[in-house]
């Protein structure tokens, strides 16, 4: 994978009407990696694609494509692929007219010949393995098949940067997931630089080369798979990876403490006082009242994925989820002591 | 031990717990006969009295012919006309904001309002050649008042609002983001209006005008003030039909008429079949 | 529209919708000519009926209406109308309750046949009633002999006027109650109310700025339709001529200022009417129109 810089996003900022909704944002994108945009609705995520697309301007910033300035370049001259969410084919032309239709849209001297174009889009519907199809009519196709024919029709340009909006959002849960892998594979057969965007952890995780995890217009983090969720650098972008159980800890010389008892959790330095734990469920483990670090009473305990799972009531109120992978199932109204085994502290 | 299968029964209705099906059916229909079905009926029997050698005739008769080419051609131009407006009206209305645009969207539907009569001598006063308009056309060599130019006019006005809102709603409809698509594969904004936005379009725009045209051939009192009205060069089908009838010619005044609702009947066939190709073709209308 | 628009409000309009909009001089161009068209072909000929009507003055304005012709054309014409729209207001529901909330082999085919009237000219909508009515007409001897007249009279006129209105109600209520299905008139039969109690209490709220909107227009055409009422109604000045009808008269006898004084009643109606309807349109263009609702 090749590490030089093929986009470069500096100091972003957009606002619609009054919200803000991209604040100050500066992103690199390296040629060849696949980069999954991640965050909530509103997060800005979609709105900073559309501005690499050149769908939107921002107020500030600039967008550099490898070492050009694309800021004021108009949306058809920056040779970007990008797949909407709905697909967004034409419904009166045939699959091979939709992904001939970039091709076909250039000027004259720079169209390439009919029988390369056919030649072309017949190389793209085998790529997407939908090589029967080229005289269909989208109406005549599943989601699925359409986001396929997005895809090539938006890789038939050749686009520098291949950018997806939410590209498997409007799909059935099996569809979606054989998309995923069949992304993966395309991506790592043609190398081609690409950002998706998507609100779903799991899919960003499973996918991507990098996530940059985007909250209320700022980047929170941007790394691998692993480094965001084995290192979040704020309780957002651990939040957002995943369920977490929040409780209320001290930061005592780099230990940190639970209702007095100490944790294994190493606290970053610096931080001091009064803090926030998150833990994951499967960072809790059941343990003798003399051991535990929270107790509780045991609501109902439930099978999910083969792992069970037990939803405990603590006595402030709060319900937290333990998992646990050896034990069975738990009477409800158990008294319980859970016991912290790993987790993060922030300082919110 | 076999069980009796399971079929349905084909029935007239579905089975509801709703009430009032018999009452109201039946109320609709003895209305939809007596004052429509008989009475056409009336007209149909009359005409197949006359026999189809008994319309030709009447439909050959020089001044019916001249009436109904008259009727029937400019018709077709101002359905024309009315489309090509229409649509640019519809665009406009849908597409960008200025102010005053729902009064001017409200404007698109007074030719719906407005008595046709009062239309009509509105016309006729506007393009009469000592009129506001007339004066001036009369300075460019254009008569509009008492010649086919006239009855073009007033057809244009009268079709105008079909043409408008048979596309405004497909219009509204677009889905921006194909536009989007088109220009992120590189397509030029007129590239992307001729290839992606009009094909789908088309339909709409045909039904609009096969409705303008359908109204235009029927269409008497906003043409006939204007119109002149003289056998031979701006006489219309519907002004015979009246002429016939004040001469107790019910013979003549039929089959006039019979032609003229058989052609409607053709132009509501064809907005059938051009929905029903856009519905396979597209998926919708 | 509003989704789209609520989603990504533009924040600087040439610039943000620069991208599937066509050039700021392109746009302005355009809707240059779209108005201008409409102000040629459409207000003008509105704004002429005004004109004319006042050329001379108010007086002379006023003294159109004083004639006892032009009294009675309008008592002629709010009596057609008082007959015609009720009588369409109760088919139009009627079909429309049989139409929307029951599914039943060739329904396609009777809204089909409702929506005739639409597409027949006026002037053969006249013609039809001569040749059930007329003295020659397929019921005509019967009527001579029991002294019935019912064209050249009113009844011919209330028929012709039926006819042309008659979809207008109808066609307005099928899609809005086909929209609203029946799942609430159910509930209200569980409930206990009786068919009549339910469509009262529930179709009926559920229907009505859509039957406000459509009687008005029914009433705007009823009150100005010429072509039909033309042909039955023998022109019999006093006796059987129309608003629309004496307009003519007038017009043809050179009355011009009368004549357009009378035509400015029909215009102002139909002012009224666009109003309202515009308004009724604006403000509840969802519980008017099936199909309106977006999400």
């Known amino acids: 994978m090749g590490t030089s810089t093929a986009i470069r996003v500096e100091n972003l900022s957009k606002t619609f009407d009054t919200a803000a909704v991209l604040h100050d944002l500066s992103l690199d994108v390296r040629a060849g990696e696949l980069l999954a945009l991640l965050g909530p609705s509103g997060s800005g995520k979609t709105t900073l694609l559309r501005i690499i697309a050149g769908l939107d301007f921002p107020d500030r910033g600039r967008i550099i494509f490898g070492s050009d300035d694309a800021t004021q370049l108009p949306v058809q001259e920056r040779a970007v692929g990008f797949v909407f969410q709905h697909y967004a084919l034409f419904k009166h032309m045939s699959v091979a007219e939709n992904i001939a239709y970039g091709l076909n849209a250039r000027k004259r001297s720079e169209r390439p010949a009919k029988a390369e174009i056919k030649r072309r889009v017949g190389d793209l519907l085998d790529l997407i393995k939908l090589s029967g199809f080229a005289d269909r009519y989208p109406s005549q196709l599943s989601g699925g098949q359409r986001q396929r024919i997005a895809l090539a029709r938006a890789l038939a340009v050749e686009p520098r940067v291949l950018l997806l909006d939410e590209p498997f959002g409007a799909l059935d849960a099996q569809v979606r997931k054989d998309l995923r892998r069949w992304l993966r594979e395309i991506h790592d057969r043609t190398g081609q630089t690409t950002i998706f965007v998507t609100h779903d952890q799991d899919e960003a995780l499973e996918l991507s080369d990098r996530v940059a995890v985007l909250s209320k217009g700022r980047l929170e983090q941007i790394g691998t798979p692993d480094e965001v969720q084995e290192n979040p650098v704020s309780s957002t972008v651990l939040k957002f990876l995943g369920d977490t159980i929040e409780v209320e800890a001290i930061v005592q010389g780099g230990e940190v403490r639970v209702n007095g008892r100490l944790t294994p959790v190493k606290a970053p330095n610096g931080l001091v006082g009064p803090v926030k734990l998150y833990a994951r469920p499967w960072q809790l483990q059941f343990a003798e009242p003399d051991q535990a670090h929270l107790e509780g009473s045991v609501r109902s305990s439930y099978r999910s994925q083969g792992r069970q799972r037990i939803e405990v009531d603590r006595p402030e109120g709060k319900t937290v989820v333990v998992e646990a992978s050896d034990s069975g199932r738990v009477a409800a109204g158990r008294h319980v002591g859970l016991k912290i085994i790993g987790g993060y502290v922030f300082k919110d | 031990m076999a069980e009796p299968p399971l079929r349905p029964r084909r029935r007239f209705r579905q089975p509801s717990v709703i009430p009032g099906f018999g009452l109201t059916f039946g109320y609709t229909l003895t209305c939809l006969g007596v004052i429509v079905l008989l009475p056409l009926a009336a007209l149909v029997a009359r005409a197949s009295g006359l026999g189809l050698s008994g319309i030709w005739d009447v439909a050959t008769d020089p001044r019916v012919a001249s009436a109904l080419r008259v009727s029937f051609g400019v018709s077709l131009l101002a359905a024309l006309t009315a489309s090509v407006f229409g649509f640019l009206v519809a665009w406009v209305l849908t597409r960008y904001r200025f102010p005053g645009q729902k009064i001017v969207d409200a404007v698109v539907d007074l030719p719906f309002a407005l008595p046709t009569a009062v239309a009509g001598i509105a016309l006729a006063s506007l393009y009469a050649p000592n009129g506001l308009v007339g004066e001036q056309l009369a300075k460019i060599g254009i008569e509009a008042a008492y010649t086919p130019v006239g009855i073009y006019i007033a057809m244009v006005f009268i079709g105008l609002p079909f043409a408008v809102r048979t596309v405004q709603p497909l219009i509204v409809e677009i889905d921006k983001e194909i536009e989007e698509a088109s220009a992120t594969l590189g397509a030029g904004r007129w590239h992307t209006l001729v290839r992606v936005v009009l094909p789908p379009l088309i339909p709409a725009v045909l039904t609009g005008f096969a409705l303008a045209f359908a109204r235009g051939v029927g269409e008497y009192g906003s043409i006939i003030f204007i119109a002149g009205n003289l056998p031979y060069v701006s006489e219309i089908a519907p002004l015979l039909i009246v002429i016939k009838l004040s001469e107790f010619d019910y013979g003549g005044a039929c089959a006039i008429a019979t032609i003229m609702l058989g052609i409607s009947f053709v132009t509501l066939l064809a907005i059938n079949l051009i929905q029903a190709w856009s519905r396979r073709r597209f998926g919708y209308v | ?295």
């Open chain 3, 1 to 295: 529209m509003s989704s789209a628009v609520a989603i990504r409000p533009p924040a600087r309009p040439d610039r943000a919708e620069s991208v599937v909009t066509e050039g700021r001089a392109v746009r302005w161009g355009l809707t240059g000519i779209a108005i201008l068209f409409l102000a040629l072909f459409l207000v003008l000929p509105l704004v002429t009926v005004f004109i004319q009507a006042f050329a001379k003055g108010w007086s002379a304005y006023f003294a159109a209406f004083q004639e006892a012709d032009a009294r009675s054309a309008i008592r002629l014409t709010l009596l057609v109308a008082a007959i015609a729209v009720p009588f369409n207001l109760v088919f139009g529901v009627s079909a429309a309750w049989a139409i929307a909330k029951f599914e039943f082999r060739g329904k396609n085919l009777l809204v089909t046949l409702i929506d005739l009237p639409f597409s027949v000219s006026p002037v053969v909508s006249g013609l039809i009633y001569v040749l059930v009515f007329g003295s020659q007409g397929l019921i005509g001897p019967w009527l001579i002999e029991n002294d019935i007249q019912v064209i050249f009279a009113v009844p011919g006129i209330v028929l012709a006027t039926i006819f042309v209105t008659f979809p207008f109600i109808a066609r307005q209520l099928i899609p809005l109650m086909q929209e609203q299905g029946t799942a609430e008139e159910e509930a209200a039969l569980t409930l206990g109310a009786s068919g009549w109690h339910a469509f009262r209490t529930v179709t009926l709220p559920n229907i009505r700025w859509g039957l406000l909107y459509s009687v008005l227009l029914c009433n705007a055409r009823a009150m100005g339709e010429f072509g039909a009422v033309s042909v039955v109604s023998g022109h019999i000045r006093g006796l059987t001529n129309t608003l629309p009808l004496h307009v003519e008269i007038l017009y043809n006898e050179y009355n011009f200022v009368a004549s357009f004084a009378v035509a400015s009643l029909l215009a102002g109606l139909a002012l009224v009417t666009l109003v309202i309807k515009s308004l009724l349109e604006w403000r509840y263009s969802a519980d008017i129109a099936a199909g309106a609702r977006r999400h």
